[in-house]
């Protein structure tokens, strides 16, 4: 297999949590805010971490917002993976260290 073809199944692979929205806006007019579920620190699933700085009218801005960030992450994944300074994070995941 070649390392994109590698790289790809890891990211794929990488719990990055599901998007969701909370009701916990500051100000009346944006309720919404967008939050990640599923990153448990013990492995159970049950965590939640808000995506601070953010805030929607309406949920589905929210939850579209989240689903963003999580794009975001993975893209960011998959750049670290392919660049030659990432070694031990390669290793980390199974991945040959040397590009």
Known sequence: MSLTSDIERVVAAANFGE??????????????VPVITGLGHFGDGSGQRQIRGL???TRDEAVAAAKRHIAQQRAELARHLAE????????????????
């Open 19 to 32: 998007p969701s929205a909370a009701k916990r806006g500051r100000n009346p007019s944006w309720p919404y």
């Open 55 to 57: 805030a929607f009218a």
């Open 84 to 99: 030659p300074r990432y070694r031990a994070l390669r290793e980390s995941y199974g991945l040959p260290r040397e590009v």
